[in-house]
């Protein structure tokens, strides 16, 4: 009989793992890429690389930003390019920016 209930109880818990199996989340080369796309974004970031942060935006005066610093809406490329040239003016030193909790989902052409 304690043979039968331990096999009994072997044979739940594999059942149990198995139907818990660790997810591991497949993904797409677009998500790749948007992926590939962030780290480049936190790389000039960190660099302090306008031109390439710029890049990511249309580059002409119908580029309308919402942002966290006044005057909070910045209208142009060019409007926009001086905010950052402004900012890391104000920060001298090194600054370290990261993607964290990054989800990326992307079909057809929405990411």
Do not use: W
Not at 47 to 60: C, E, G, L, R
Not at 94 to 106: C, M, N, R, W
């Amino acid at each position: 009989m304690g043979n039968s209930v331990f096999l009994r109880a072997t044979f739940l818990i594999g059942a149990l793992l198995y139907g818990h199996a660790p997810c591991v989340e497949a993904q797409t080369a677009d998500e790749q890429d948007i992926r590939a796309l962030a780290q480049n974004l936190v790389a000039a970031y960190n660099a302090k690389d306008i031109q390439t942060i710029m890049s990511f935006y249309v580059p002409d005066k119908n580029l309308v930003v919402f942002d966290v610093t006044p005057p909070l809406e910045f209208v142009g490329f060019k409007t926009y390019t001086k905010a950052y040239e402004d900012f890391y003016a104000a920060f001298p030193g090194p600054i370290t920016v990261e993607a964290s909790d990054l989800s990326v989902t992307a079909s057809g052409t929405l990411g």
